[in-house]
């Protein structure tokens, strides 16, 4: 329906704590799906920050954080060397002396620490592969080591805990392609949507009309995530420009399937999307009266006659959007505040627990917390409540307050 938006945590992301209050928020805020590293640790850790928010909902005595649809899980995954799999080092012995270390403060997840001058690095958890550092350095001691995601590291029991995966892919890379869609052979039962992120190139059009056919039968929903300047939403406007850029190319001459930005997104994107009559204006409810349920856009079996009035429809509006850098750096400065809010009403070691790989069940919160209401009379004087503003609001810009994506609304008695 045109308003679907996902959170990006970041495909080389592994700050477990991070990515567990990020999934919190961000679901109480109304995203669709979180798109997570391709790493059971880190999907343990989203799948708590989505039992917290589940949770947490119950509490919060505000509509707008009801959750009426828990947002799918998403992992991400690449065929070939691809930036958002790379993780920054470098050996600190080496920087001169005299070196101002412009590397530390540009690092948007503070990967970068010096404890004192030629003594320090990367702390690759915290490290995502945005190469900022690498840029900046006056003598080129950062290198990036890339990497490929191993989708065999996923056992059955990982598999049940995702909902769906996204392939980064490049053109030219059909080879590499055939032979990770191969090895997901065993994950097809588990997945509910495929996504597939790809940067612009001018032979983009006919490299995704391919992998399309390698897909067909897909028999999901398929996403083709527009990557237009990948980990960059949160530099400024203009980031926006080369994924909306791409958006239109797939629209127009693209295969079927649904679009989606991502790579740049920031604040500005939707304006831009609705000026250039890239959103759909008209309501869910309106799109779905024009369209017999046998119609319904999902799910879309890849290779099927692209015809039904639903996805013609889509395919003129781009079917939803992705943040990553910009919607994680809005509620960053808040996290700590956020936890230290949270510590004593839910537990005193609750945090702690992730941090050394444990993870805390729901009955070990309820059981907690059950005496105890939130510590806040009003939740918009604490952080967690400035937090949910923000994540909400970005949310917001595509998908109104108290919509869902499938068209139901909160005060629906019938939904
Ligand atoms: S600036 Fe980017 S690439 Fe460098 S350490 Fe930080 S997250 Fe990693
Ligand atoms: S910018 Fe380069 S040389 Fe300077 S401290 Fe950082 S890694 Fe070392």
């Known amino acids: 329906m045109g308003q679907w938006v996902k959170l990006i945590c970041g495909a080389s992301y592994q700050d477990m704590p991070t990515v567990r209050r990020l999934v919190m928020l961000y679901a109480l805020a109304g995203v669709d799906c979180i798109d997570v590293a391709a790493d059971g640790a880190v999907v343990a850790a989203a799948r708590q920050g989505l039992?917290?928010?589940?949770?947490?909902?119950?509490?919060?005595?505000?509509?707008?954080?009801?959750?009426?649809?828990?947002?799918?899980?998403?992992?991400?995954?690449?065929?070939?060397?691809?930036?958002?799999?790379?993780?920054?080092?470098?050996?600190?012995?080496?920087?001169?002396?005299?070196?101002?270390?412009?590397?530390e403060p540009i690092c948007p997840t503070a990967a970068i620490q010096f404890q004192s001058p030629q003594v320090g690095?990367?702390?690759?958890?915290?490290?995502?592969?945005?190469?900022?550092?690498?840029?900046?350095?006056?003598?080129?001691?950062?290198?990036?080591?890339?990497?490929?995601?191993?989708?065999?590291?996923?056992?059955?029991?990982?598999?049940?805990?995702?909902?769906?995966?996204?392939?980064?892919?490049?053109?030219?890379?059909?080879?590499?392609?055939?032979q990770l869609w191969q090895r997901l052979q065993p994950w097809r039962a588990h997945l509910k949507l495929v996504s597939i992120s790809c940067p612009d190139h001018d032979q983009v059009v006919p490299y995704l009309w391919d992998l399309y056919n390698t897909m067909a039968p897909l028999g999901v929903p398929l996403i083709w995530q527009t990557d237009g300047r990948p980990m960059s939403g949160d530099l400024g406007k203009g980031t926006t420009h080369a994924t909306i850029r791409l958006a239109k190319k797939i629209l127009e001459a693209g295969p079927p399937g649904y679009v989606q930005p991502a790579g740049g997104t920031n604040g500005y994107t939707v304006d831009k999307l609705i000026a250039l009559g890239l959103v759909n204006q008209a309501s869910p409810a309106a799109l779905l009266d024009d369209v017999q349920p046998d119609q319904l856009p999902a799910p879309q079996p890849a290779g099927v006659t692209y015809h039904d009035s639903a996805l013609a429809r889509a395919r003129t509006n781009i079917s939803g959007i992705a943040y990553g850098s910009y919607g994680r750096s809005q509620v960053l400065p808040l996290l700590d505040a956020i936890d230290q809010e949270?510590?004593?009403?839910?537990?005193?070691?609750?945090?702690?627990?992730?941090?050394?790989?444990?993870?805390?069940?729901?009955?070990?919160?309820?059981?907690?917390?059950?005496?105890?209401?939130?510590?806040?009379?009003?939740?918009?004087?604490?952080?967690?409540?400035?937090?949910?503003?923000?994540?909400?609001?970005?949310?917001?810009?595509?998908?109104?307050?108290?919509q869902t994506s499938n068209g139901q609304t909160l005060d629906d008695p019938n939904p």
Not at 350 to 374: C, E, N, V, W
Request: net charge negative; with cysteine.
């Open 121 to 178: 690095g990367v702390t690759t958890d915290l490290c995502y592969g945005c190469g900022r550092c690498i840029a900046v350095c006056p003598v080129g001691n950062i290198e990036a080591r890339p990497y490929l995601a191993n989708p065999e590291a996923f056992s059955t029991g990982h598999l049940a805990q995702i909902d769906a995966v996204e392939i980064h892919t490049q053109t030219g890379h059909q080879a590499q392609f055939d």
């Open 51 to 103: 039992r917290d928010a589940q949770w947490l909902s119950d509490y919060l005595g505000n509509r707008s954080y009801l959750i009426p649809d828990f947002p799918w899980l998403m992992v991400s995954l690449n065929d070939s060397e691809d930036p958002h799999f790379r993780k920054a080092d470098f050996d600190a012995a080496r920087c001169p002396a005299e070196c101002d270390r412009p590397c």
């Open 342 to 402: 949270l510590q004593p009403w839910l537990g005193k070691n609750f945090p702690d627990q992730l941090a050394q790989g444990q993870h805390t069940s729901l009955p070990y919160l309820k059981s907690t917390a059950s005496a105890a209401r939130p510590p806040w009379q009003r939740l918009e004087d604490t952080a967690l409540g400035q937090g949910l503003t923000l994540a909400r609001q970005i949310v917001a810009q595509l998908k109104p307050e108290g």
